[in-house]
């Protein structure tokens, strides 16, 4: 029961984590190789992903801390 629970939320943070970390590098990759074109990705997505980024990383202590790291 303890696997399934700590699976309830690890999987949620394990994706909040990646999807983060995707927003911050589409961002930043924006930023740097801009087409004149193309309006680059807006900072407020940077923001976004570095607030997924975060909450990812706390839910995936919590898990660790209410149903151990194994």
Do not use: D, K
Not at 15 to 24: I, Q
Not at 40 to 57: D, E, S
């Amino acid at each position: 029961m303890q696997q399934v629970l700590g699976a309830l939320i690890g999987v949620p943070a394990t994706m909040l984590v990646a999807g983060g970390l995707g927003l911050v590098g589409v961002t930043i990759y924006s930023r740097l190789f801009s087409q004149r074109h193309r309006e680059p990705i807006r900072w407020g997505h940077l923001g976004l992903g570095v607030v997924m980024f975060i909450v990812g990383a706390l839910l995936v202590e919590a898990e660790i801390l209410l149903f151990g790291a194994g």
